[in-house]
């Protein structure tokens, strides 16, 4: 059988650039090791023409944030007639567009927290007052970034300027969140199905960024089921990190094939949630190209479905390829 050419896509001009390139690096690494030949672009570069000039069977998209999760680069792959990973152009721009995520949620009959949208041609007064009538805290949320970038949660109207200047720094729109305390869990999807669940346990209040990438005290902590609905047998109850009741196990993990469903994603994708002090699971949002280091997400959780890196990278390059056949038997509509 002939060895597939793979052309990782990765870099950009986002502000998850840095990111990118650590997952497309890694991913191009597993691929190799999979027995793909492997080229790998930095978009930044402008080489995306090089495309028309390459014997490619699918392109591996390692991009995150603009043109390569909202849709762009998907819209210039399916104009060449080259495979990719992941999700088509529809879904990828909803789950971009965390406004537009909310809302299919919210149709769909899937929790997530109350909301209000703000924008940077209203009064300060203005939106003080609507977010007096939501309540505080909440969280101020760029709609079109992601790695938490331009995030802050306000607990008082003092420190509500600030937030809104270095959110709209992002974006003229914003996102204004219910701040909901519990656990934050993440559910790994592949091949429409859920991979085990990771908790998040920063060392600090909010996961933002610097959280996420930088600072090495954030645990991931592979959760495991309880006996009962409260405590295992170690003593581990149900509301201990690590640890959920079998019932709430499988309502998050539903809960997330449902919102990958909902959105139309295909392949994979890494779907974030939190957990209140009453079992209540609140979507938050859907990933569709997650970090892909060895060390990010998505990969830890397929590592304890038994799943190595480059087994799982080669398994996206395979979903890709299904894709294909499944569009190609879809009938035409007239």
Do not use: W
Not at 51 to 61: E, G, N, P, S
Not at 136 to 156: A, D, E, H
Not at 232 to 243: L, M, Q, W, Y
Request: with cysteine; proline share 3%; net charge negative.
């Amino acid at each position: 059988m002939k060895t597939k050419n793979v052309v990782v896509l990765m870099g950009g001009i986002s502000p998850e650039r840095e990111i990118s390139l650590r997952s497309g690096n890694a991913a191009a690494r597993a691929l190799k090791e999979a027995g793909f030949n492997v080229t790998c672009i930095d978009v930044k570069d402008e080489k995306i023409e090089a495309l028309d000039h390459m014997d490619i069977d699918v392109a591996f998209i390692a991009l995150h944030g603009y043109f390569g999760e909202d849709g762009g680069v998907q819209r210039l792959l399916e104009l060449k007639g080259i495979p990719y990973t992941g999700s088509g152009i529809n879904a990828s721009m909803l789950a971009m567009d965390k406004l537009a995520t909310k809302k299919c949620f919210i149709e769909a009959g899937l929790k997530t927290p109350d909301y209000i949208t703000a924008t940077e041609f209203q009064e300060l007064q203005e939106i003080q007052q609507e977010i007096s009538k939501l309540g505080l805290p909440v969280v101020l949320k760029p709609t079109r970034n992601g790695s938490s970038i331009g995030i802050s949660i306000i607990k008082n109207m003092n420190d509500l300027q600030i937030g809104l200047e270095k959110a709209f720094e992002f974006g003229y729109e914003l996102l204004v969140e219910k701040y909901v305390k519990g656990r934050e869990l993440t559910v790994g999807i592949l091949d429409d199905k859920a991979l085990p669940i990771i908790e998040i346990k920063p060392a600090v209040e909010f996961y933002n960024y610097e959280a996420k990438y930088k600072d090495d005290r954030t645990k991931y902590i592979i959760v495991e089921k309880t006996l009962s609905e409260r405590i295992n047998i170690a003593g581990n109850s149900s509301r201990t990190v690590g640890f959920l009741s079998s019932a709430t196990y499988s309502n998050a993990q539903e809960l997330a094939i449902n919102a990958h469903k909902v959105l139309g994603c295909k392949g994979f994708s890494r779907v974030d949630m939190l957990l209140d002090d009453r079992d209540n699971l609140y979507l938050l949002e859907i990933n569709t190209i997650p970090g892909f280091t060895e060390k990010s997400l998505l990969p830890k959780a397929a590592k304890a479905a038994g799943m190595s890196f480059p087994s799982l990278c080669e398994k996206i390059v395979d979903l890709a390829f299904q894709n294909i056949l499944v569009s190609a038997d879809e009938p035409v509509q007239n």
